[in-house]
Nanobody, 127 residues
């Protein structure tokens, strides 16, 4: 098992920023690719970003390109999702998920690719 924990969610005004973090208690995430997923209220969960195990390859959903940045600090065993210029439609629960294959290519948007999931952190974008 790989217990993933997300943090950093909260309430922010439109145009604001948040940094989400993903960690594994007492474990390193070095060998895993990490995906970030967003589930808006009443909607299906969808992938927004991923980063490979080395950090040299990333992918983004069109809806967040240019606004979100995924990065990782393998020394600190933490993966980040920097969310900028937030919009009300970004509201929802954000999950991180780990892929043991370590890559972030091709089918990175597919939930079935990921082996471990966190419980999510809530983001609300509102005035």
């Amino acid at each position: 098992q790989l217990p993933l924990v997300e943090s950093g969610g909260g309430l922010v005004q439109p145009g604001g920023s948040l940094r989400l973090s993903c960690e594994a208690a007492r474990r390193t995430l070095y060998h895993y690719a990490i995906g970030w997923f967003h589930q808006a209220p009443g909607k299906e969960r969808e992938a927004v970003a991923c980063i490979n195990m080395g950090g040299g390859s990333t992918n983004y959903a069109d809806s967040v390109k240019g606004r979100f940045i995924v990065s990782r600090d393998n020394a600190l065993k933490t993966i980040y999702l920097d969310m900028n210029n937030l919009k009300p439609e970004d509201t929802g629960t954000y999950y991180c998920a780990a892929d043991v294959a370590g890559t972030c290519v091709g089918s990175w948007r597919e939930e079935i690719l990921y082996d471990y999931w966190g419980q999510g952190t809530q983001v609300t974008v509102s005035r």
